[in-house]
């Protein structure tokens, strides 16, 4: 097994799936998991990060991030609760990572303690350069992301003292984590720090923009500086976790519909996909929509991203969810993001693309994954690892934690995501190379605070106790005794 952490089948239509009903049971008997075959070596992991879990806000002299910040606004922006004590991991790392080995992790420090701890276990670490919180005073000095040479001099010195540091221990490096969330959530609708909107001082209609280009940049020089002073000794791989819906047409009739699908595919993955991973401009439909909100790669840039194009050792995917994409019939909106498509649940038929998790954007939709996984192998040609992938189970935070152990419908979910990455390797014949479980416990989900609960351990937030669920056996022993080819 593996950690990820913040130092840290299908057929096109599946069979299993039905319409959902919202009275349907949490777990659906009439949605059998296969238990498809695995590859032997498919590593498996835990996911979780530093501001989600760490907690000890100003312990030890930990300077402020853009989260401490916006997690204490008021009114608050985070369902009045923070990451100040979390899930006090910071204070509790050797418990985690004897939890961790408990589960049969086989596979990130304090992050040198971590590390250590991890490997002491054979559990691989790996390790995100940055999951979303910038330090404060960097955001304050120049804006962080919209100051790209700035940032990218910071970054470029941050990460070689982490692979300085930890580069001996750590073999898989991520540079960052959902650029899209980071632009469009931190910089468009304000839901993520730094909360900026057109309405609070930013500019939603090229912000985002312009943090996703910083983001590309950096990631390239990156993965350069690694390549250039590290990678021959350290012999470690290096990539980028993109996040991503899957998209069926709303109408599958309608080709307008069809493209807009499409569209909405390459405005939330390829937006990135292409300029890392094919080292070449952004998709020419946002060229043609964004015109001149979509900033321009000199020429000296794009020469930097055709280089570290075979760098990137694998494609770094979270995924959840699927959603139907309807084409709008009016021009876009002036800060439009999404290539002037609605995002729906249900399709023209009314029929819901699976039963509905714990959150409501996050539908069991195994058949779209499938699909995904196939999308982005035959665009980006690289192995995938699932970097995260997990739901809350519907009431569970209401749960007593005798009853949120019991969490069957997690083990489903699991079950059938599982059953797609294998009919993607061996019936379409996509790499997918490791699957990671967000999370290893419960913890802060941020704009929604401790009330959506991802992970495979309970937290009781009040005595900081964790406790394994259902499905981190269900696991362990799927990962142990079954699937194995
Ligand atoms: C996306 C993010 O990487 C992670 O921080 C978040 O908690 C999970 N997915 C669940 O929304």
């Known amino acids: 097994m593996t950690d990820k952490m913040n130092v840290n089948t299908f057929k096109a239509e599946d069979p299993n799936l039905k319409p959902h009903v919202e009275s349907e049971p949490l777990y659906d008997p009439l949605r059998p998991v296969e238990e498809l075959l695995l590859p032997a ?3 498996w992991g835990t996911v979780t990060t530093a501001y989600q879990i760490d907690g000890a806000a100003s312990q030890d002299g930990k300077g402020r991030s853009i989260w401490d910040t916006f997690s204490h606004l008021a009114p608050s922006r985070t369902n009045g609760e923070s990451g100040d004590v979390a899930c006090d991991h910071y204070n509790r790392v050797i418990e985690d990572v004897d939890l961790m080995a408990s589960y049969g992790v086989e596979g990130i420090a304090f992050y040198g303690k971590l590390v250590d701890e991890l490997l002491a276990r054979n559990i691989e670490p790996v390790v995100t350069l940055y999951h979303w919180d910038v330090p404060q005073r960097i955001y304050d000095r120049y804006g962080a992301f919209l100051n790209t040479s700035e940032f990218i001099a910071d970054f470029e010195h941050f990460i070689s003292v982490c692979f300085m540091r930890f580069g001996d221990d750590v073999k898989k490096w991520v540079t960052f984590n959902e650029p899209y969330i980071i632009s469009v959530f931190g910089y468009h609708s304000g839901i ?3 909360g900026r909107t057109t309405s609070t001082g930013g500019d939603s209609r090229t912000e985002p923009w312009r943090v996703g280009h910083t983001i590309i940049l950096a990631h390239a020089v990156a993965v350069r500086a690694y390549a250039r002073d590290y990678q021959d000794r350290q ?4 990539s980028i976790v993109l996040s991503g819906h899957f998209y ?8 307008i519909d069809l493209a807009a699908a499409q569209r909405r595919l390459e405005f ?5 996909g292409d300029p890392i991973f094919l080292g070449r401009d952004y998709p020419s439909a946002m060229r043609a929509r964004l015109g001149e909100r979509l900033p321009a790669f000199t020429p000296e840039q794009l020469d930097m991203l055709r280089d570290q194009v075979p760098k990137n050792a694998f494609y770094g995917m979270n995924h959840y969810s699927t959603k139907n994409a309807r084409a709008l019939p009016n021009s876009p909106a002036e800060d439009d993001c999404a290539g002037n498509v609605e995002e729906l649940d249900t399709n023209s038929e009314g029929k819901a693309v699976g039963p509905v998790s714990g959150m409501s954007w996050l539908r069991v939709a195994p058949g779209g994954f499938r699909k ?4 982005v192998w035959n665009r980006h040609h690289l192995p995938i690892i699932i970097t995260e992938n997990g739901c809350p189970c519907p009431g569970e935070s209401q749960l007593p934690v005798e009853k949120a152990v019991d969490d069957r419908f ?9 059953d797609a990455i294998s009919r993607a390797l061996y019936e379409d014949g996509v790499k997918v190379d490791g699957y990671y479980v967000w999370s290893l416990m419960d913890n802060f989900e941020w704009s929604a605070g401790f009330g959506p609960r991802y992970g495979i351990a309970h937290t009781d937030y009040k005595t900081l106790v964790r406790t394994p669920k259902r499905s981190a056996w269900y696991l362990k022993d799927t990962f142990r005794e079954h699937r194995k080819k």
Request: charged share 10%; no cysteine; aromatic share 24%.
């Open 192 to 194: 993520l720090a730094p």
């Open 268 to 272: 939330y993955i390829a937006w990135f």
């Open 235 to 238: 012999k470690g791989i290096i």
């Open 248 to 255: 069926e047409p709303w109408d599958a009739s309608s080709v």
């Open 41 to 43: 070596h498919f590593a």
């Open 410 to 418: 997690r083990i489903t979910y699991f079950g059938l995501y599982l």
């Open 372 to 375: 995904l996984l196939n999308w």
